[in-house]
């Protein structure tokens, strides 16, 4: 039975997903301590940073302050909004959704799965084509290209028929209506505005899938003569090409195995090397490779070896490649075929050995610059080494590390018999006009300072862990509660008196909140902090080790008006004045000094000049 509403449907998608195998599903985790490591899937890292907490479980990540739990795992991962990354968990854990609550919410979400379907259902349509009757001429086409049925089918290849409407009465026989399939990107309106087509026509056909493995569009390359020869299927709401590569779902963990990625231009290219033997061959989609391709292959590899064509628009293509790349922080090198070849003909003339010793001899960059700049420029000249410098200059200024930019920017000085002082002096230059242009966006995004003193710290950790956990006692919980109530949260910083408040108001209400939902409770700017507390080593706090930090937080309180009196004491001529704040300091440090020895040490030092 579905759940009756949204929120109860979240939470059993919630309470149903284990955050550790959803994570393991993309990182090679291993146990360490409390917790589970293994290499961020967001940013680049040598040394595993990035924990997964089994029983909290939220992830958070050291190196670049990822964290969440599984729902913003999914939404980071996949690059969905919170409403998708419920219904990808949901889907795959068989939960299902609730019923829509609106007629408009209804019908989104009646198009959404009917485009979603309709994909499906082309995918299954192109693929009995091409294995079926009238398949015959697609089959001798890609066994004249190398690949027999056995790897068509591995690949997922299908064939479009000719004719204008195959697949448009195969899915209307179905129950899809047209504008679904205009949705989808499978079918064209006619230009007299009078019903659709088949886009895709005496095509082979080249599933893309996103990063949860749904088919989401197509690509196309024609059996025949027809123009164009590759055919891309159109951004929809499903299928956005610059955050898409072809083949990632599918080579994602051959990535990860093979620690690094091949990059290549067109969907035969990907396939073809595939079939040779090259692990981890990816394809942009009709399009340039951008920062948001380069983020999704971060999530499997810091390496990227790019092979794109060998005439002169393939290197103009790796060039335009090299800034996201580089930006990134990438390990980029180059792969070239012979003779102006692409990757699927070398494949094809010279055998799969070919293909992979091009993969594995990839120059390294210092190498392709080098030799870019000796194709492309006089080096013997005056004016043609400068030329090749600023080439050089404009890709290594790119680099985010100051020593690689040295290391590079040596090499590619010897190998263009450069004065290495020029080329320090022309870098510096370059690099001061790269930063003026960034300084204000990466001012902007610098992470804010601690917001949580040690003591708030231990307070919010004992709310978030023992306070909910299984054999938490609602007494010890209410006794906690009474304790903050009596003493007062102004004791407590911004952030952590709002966060009592609220978790207080929560616990009144009958809530137990963990450490997940009072993170949610806080600013955005401060969720990353609170998030890594449950990774803090040490045992989890509990109320004696909570009502220790309280009383030295309120020892603090106490200090700063001791502090407060004395000044005054010192200022005033007043004898009335004097001997009424002389009482105070007797009661401000009798109070202090039953807070404990090491509360009181605390408010001296509060009294000496500390603070909050």
Known sequence: MAPVGYREYSDSVRAGADIVDVVSEVVSLRKSGRSMTGLCPFHQEKTPSFHVDPVKQVYFCFGCRAGGDVFDFVMALHSVPFPEAVRLLGDKLGIAPPAP??????????????????????QAFYTARLFGEGGEGARAYLSRRGLDQDAARRFGLGFAPPGWDGLLRHLAGKGFQPDD????????????????????????????????????????RAVGDDEPKYLNGPETAAYDKGRTLFRLYE???????????????????????????????????????????????HRWTPRVVLFFDGDSAGRRATHAALAPLLAAGMSVSVATAPDGLDPDDLVRSRG?????????????????????????????????????????????????????????????????????????????????????????PAAATTAGGRRLTHAEEVVVRFLGGRANAAGATDAEAAELLETLESVGTAQLGE??????????????????????????????????????????????????????????????????????????????????????????KVSLAREIQGLGTATAGAAAGAVHGGGH
């Not at 895709?200 to 989401?216: K, M, W």
């Not at 963990?253 to 290549?264: G, H, L, S, T």
């Not at 509990?542 to 009383?551: C, H, I, K, T």
């Open 101 to 122: 609550r609106n007629p408009a919410e209804a019908e989104a979400d009646r198009r959404r799965r009917r485009v979603m379907e309709a994909l499906a259902e082309a």
């Open 352 to 440: 799969p050995e070919a293909a992979q010793a091009a993969v594995e001899s990839a120059a390294d960059l210092p190498t392709f610059l080098v030799d870019e700049a000796r194709r492309n420029h006089p080096v013997t000249t005056l004016e043609g080494k400068l030329a090749a410098l600023e080439m050089v200059l404009q890709h290594l200024s790119h680099l985010p590390n100051s020593v690689a930019r040295t290391e590079i920017m040596s090499k590619v000085a010897d190998g263009l018999s450069i004065e290495d002082a020029l080329f320090r002096q022309e870098l510096r230059r370059v690099a001061s006009e790269r930063r003026r242009d960034v300084r204000a």
């Open 495 to 584: 952030l952590g008196g709002v966060l009592v408040r609220r978790w207080c108001e929560a616990f009144k209400r009958g809530e137990r909140w963990n450490l997940r939902r009072i993170a949610e409770a806080a600013p955005e700017e401060a969720r990353a902090e609170i998030l890594a507390l449950a990774f803090a080593p040490g045992d989890e706090p509990g109320a004696v080790e909570v009502r220790g930090a309280l009383a030295a937080l309120h020892g603090r309180v106490l200090g700063r008006r001791l502090r407060e009196v004395q000044e005054e004491i010192e200022r005033t001529a007043d004898p009335a004045v004097k001997t009424k704040l002389m009482l105070e």
């Open 251 to 297: 080579s994602a963990q051959e990535i990860r195995q093979a620690e690094r990625a091949v990059v290549v231009e067109g969907y035969f290219d990907a396939v073809s090397l595939a079939a040779a033997g090259v692990p981890g061959a990816v394809a942009v989609c009709g399009t340039a490779l951008g920062p948001e391709h380069v983020k999704l292959l």
């Open 181 to 220: 399939l205009v949705q989808a990107g499978l079918v064209v309106p006619r230009p007299s505005g009078s019903g659709v087509y088949d886009r895709f026509r005496a095509r082979v056909t080249f599933p893309i899938r996103d990063s949860a493995g749904r088919v989401i569009s197509f690509g196309g």
